[in-house]
Every structure is written in structure tokens, then in C-alpha cells.
T-cell receptor, first 114, second 114 residues
């Protein structure tokens, strides 16, 4: 079946620290992979995506590379800011997918302290 | 930009009431979704719809129904609200595609059942 496993939080970092949030997946075929961010009191916003193996998605200083050999899509940022404090969700969409149903990880809460 | 609008940000209802949550998208998306989000449980899919008048059960449909009479509108109905349905409800929409289209989310409705 399809599933996503994210590292558990919460994660607390100092400003300008390096961030990694691990995400691994199980899927048949070649899914598309996504990272979403949720700020307090808001819905989820698309942060980045990758639709095939070895693709790198990037946005706002965040990056993630689609690694089929390790079935991973880890989120990284070189220098976090207080404004990056949020909950981050990894998600996959199977290759053949009527209705475009997604499978989400449970989310990782990040707090960045000054 | 895609706009997904949920009718209420906060809603308070009483046990036993019939509750309607409304969601409208403005990008002619075929697919629409209702999730609930609870601490520690991530996002759980309640129902989704891939076309007008079409619906599919998600992971936790019990106690809920949905209606999609027009392409842009997807309603979630709590037939007889109970306290265990107190939660954050998120609506999303997406284009039909080969699994590579992102889902776009509304800001959520925080529902309290007293």
C-alpha cells in the first residue's frame, strides 16, 4: 500500500541552524512527492514538490530530493529563521490515482528560537 | 492563484445538531477533499469527490456525509454532531492528473461541539 513516515517532533532549533526533517515513503510505481507547511491557525500550503526520481524541489531556501533508491524525500534548509516555525507535512500522490488522493505523514512541528 | 474558501473559520454547535461545512474553489478543479486534523493524528481523509455528484469514502467517513451538486462546491455534513467530532476541518481541491498535481487547501474550520 501507500504510506508516508516522518520523523517525530517536536523539533526545536536556534536561529541560523541547519534543518533536516526526514521523510520516507512506501508506494508502488513512481509517486509524486510533496512538502507542505502549516502556520498556526492556517491551512496547509504547498512548499515544494518533486514528480520523478532525482528531481530536487526547492522554495524559500528549503530543498528536498526525490531518492527512489532509499524511498526518501528529506526536507532541508541551511539556515532557519524564527518565521519558519510551523508544522511540516510530507505527502505522496500515487502515479495512477483516480481522484488524486494524497497520503500524508503525521507532521513535524518545528520551533525556531532567536 | 488557486483559492479554496471555507465558509467559517470558527464554529460552535451543540450535540445532536446537523452541521454544514461549506467549501468553494475557484479554479475549476475536478477533485475535492475533506480532512479532519487532530493533534498527533495528522490529516485523516473523511470523503473525497472526483466529479459532480460523485463521492468516495475516505478513512473515517462514519458520522459524516457530503454533497457535491456543483463542481466548485463541496459540503461536509455532520448528521448529528457529537463531541468527538470537535476538530479542525480542512477542505482541499486539485486538478485531475497523473498524480502530479498538488492539493490546494483552505484555511480550515475549527469546529467545537458542546
Amino acid at each position: 500500500g501507500n504510506s508516508v513516515t516522518q520523523m517525530e517532533g517536536p523539533v526545536t532549533l536556534s536561529e541560523e541552524a541547519f534543518l533536516t526533517i526526514n521523510c520516507t515513503y512506501t508506494a508502488t510505481g513512481y509517486p509524486s512527492l510533496f512538502w507542505y507547511v502549516q502556520y498556526p491557525g492556517e491551512g496547509l500550503q504547498l512548499l515544494l514538490k518533486a514528480t520523478k526520481a532525482d528531481d530536487k524541489g526547492s522554495n524559500k531556501g528549503f530543498e528536498a530530493t526525490y531518492r527512489k533508491e532509499t524511498t526518501s524525500f528529506h526536507l532541508e534548509k541551511g539556515s532557519v529563521q524564527v518565521s519558519d516555525s510551523a508544522v511540516y507535512f510530507c505527502a505522496l500522490s500515487p502515479q495512477r490515482n483516480t481522484g488524486n488522493q494524497f497520503y500524508f505523514g503525521t507532521g513535524t512541528s518545528l520551533t525556531v528560537i532567536p | 492563484d488557486v483559492k479554496v474558501t471555507q465558509s467559517s473559520r470558527y464554529l460552535v454547535k451543540r450535540t445532536g445538531e446537523k452541521v454544514f461545512l461549506e467549501c468553494v474553489q475557484d479554479m475549476d478543479h475536478e477533485n475535492m477533499f475533506w480532512y479532519r486534523q487532530d493533534p498527533g493524528l495528522g490529516l485523516r481523509l473523511i470523503y473525497f469527490s472526483y466529479d459532480v455528484k460523485m463521492k468516495e469514502k475516505g478513512d473515517i467517513p462514519e458520522g459524516y456525509s457530503v454533497s457535491r451538486e456543483k463542481k466548485e462546491r463541496f459540503s461536509l455534513i455532520l448528521e448529528s454532531a457529537s463531541t468527538n467530532q470537535t476538530s479542525m476541518y480542512l477542505c482541499a481541491s486539485t486538478l485531475e492528473g497523473r498524480g502530479n498535481q498538488p492539493q490546494h487547501f483552505g484555511d480550515g474550520t475549527r469546529l467545537s461541539i458542546l
